[in-house]
């Protein structure tokens, strides 16, 4: 072959190369680099770039506010800016009291495995799809939801009882969740979980709803705020993946099937793993006593529902979305028997 030749088959080659070249969808994650729930998503991504094959479409997860700022990802992948994100629903609250009840519902479900199946299949994916379709223009496609832990509480003193909540500043997200603990008396202010850390060790505030007990110990909470309450009082933050129209309109059907699967099998495995490790924490920090794990009774746990049931009913006014929302939870929870 002359040179000409192989000039043109080297171009022939590039051209071939780069018609083939998978994309990569680019997520930014509510988890800091290093977090336990970070590294638990690059070995998920690893299955799924497995998956998708050599010519199928890539993952990347990126920790939070590796882009944008955490509270702006649901503009950013609405204009393609990133891909997707595996976001706290709940940080968008400022936009619309809906964000606030599909975000967390406060002392609603009993376990993590009904809020993940109220989400994924008891409408909860529907009802957010409709609320960012108002949000972005249609420019989003909500590929699932759902929690993955119970999340822990963890505090710099002992709050061993309801009325011990009275006046203590506290890290909680904006919405339904800031409303139950100022109506339990005490003082929320918003932070994103990457600040939480700080603030604790600088004393700016005495505990947070943070994240599930072992992810809070892989950040370092533990050490600065020795009396986690496990098992949680209140909380199971929703996550979601949320893609860019356009982008996912990209993917070929094969791979938005794969990532439909992927999404569903990864929350579930997150949900037993996350489970696993909590109580396996627990129970070492219960034996070495530096740490004075707190549980609190059944009397104060009720008592904090009462607050939280109430406020969803006020936090539903506030807009139509919201209201809508909270009428998609309680059908659910009538239909899995939590709710007459």
């Known amino acids: 072959m002359n040179r000409f030749g192989m000039a043109v088959s080297a171009v022939a080659l590039a051209l071939s190369a780069n018609a083939v070249q998978a994309d990569t969808i680019k997520l930014q994650a509510s988890s800091r680099a290093g977090d336990w729930a970070m590294q638990f998503y690059q070995g ?10 050599p010519d199928g479409t890539k993952m990347e997860v990126l920790p939070t506010q590796a882009v944008v700022p955490y509270k702006e990802t649901i503009d950013a992948v609405a204009n393609g800016i990133l891909s997707g994100d595996l976001n706290a629903i709940s940080y968008f609250t400022g936009r619309d009291q809906a964000f606030s009840i599909l975000g967390d519902l406060i002392s609603g479900y009993d376990t993590v495995d009904q809020m993940q199946t109220f989400c994924q299949y008891g409408g909860g994916k529907e009802i957010l799809q409709k609320v960012y379709d108002k949000y972005t223009g249609g420019n989003t496609v909500v590929i699932g939801c759902g929690p993955y832990a119970r999340e822990a509480f963890v505090s710099s003193i002992p709050i061993k009882t309801i009325d011990d909540l009275k006046g203590v500043k506290l890290r909680s997200p904006e919405g339904l969740a800031a409303e139950v603990f100022k109506r339990a008396g005490a003082s929320p202010v918003a932070l994103p979980f990457s600040e939480v850390y700080t603030s604790l060790e600088k004393g700016l505030v005495q505990a947070a709803d943070a994240s599930a007990y072992v992810n809070n110990d892989a950040s370092g909470m533990h050490k600065v705020a020795k009396y986690p309450i496990y098992p949680g009082i209140h909380s199971m933050a929703v996550l979601q993946l949320v893609m860019n129209k356009r982008a996912f309109e990209k993917m070929s059907d094969a791979d938005k099937e794969i990532l439909d699967v992927w999404y569903t099998a990864m929350n579930t495995s997150m949900r037993r793993k996350a489970d696993l490790e909590d109580k396996r924490l627990v129970a070492e920090h219960k034996a070495g006593g530096d740490i004075t794990v707190v549980d609190w009774a059944q009397e104060d746990r009720d008592k904090m529902r ?10 539903a006014e506030k807009s139509p979305l919201a209201r809508e929302a909270l009428d998609t939870h309680i059908a659910f929870m009538k239909q899995i028997g939590l709710l007459d």
Do not use: R
């Open 44 to 53: 998920w991504v690893e299955k799924f770039n497995t998956m998708t094959g």
């Open 306 to 315: 009462a607050i939280a049931v109430k406020a969803w009913e006020d936090v």
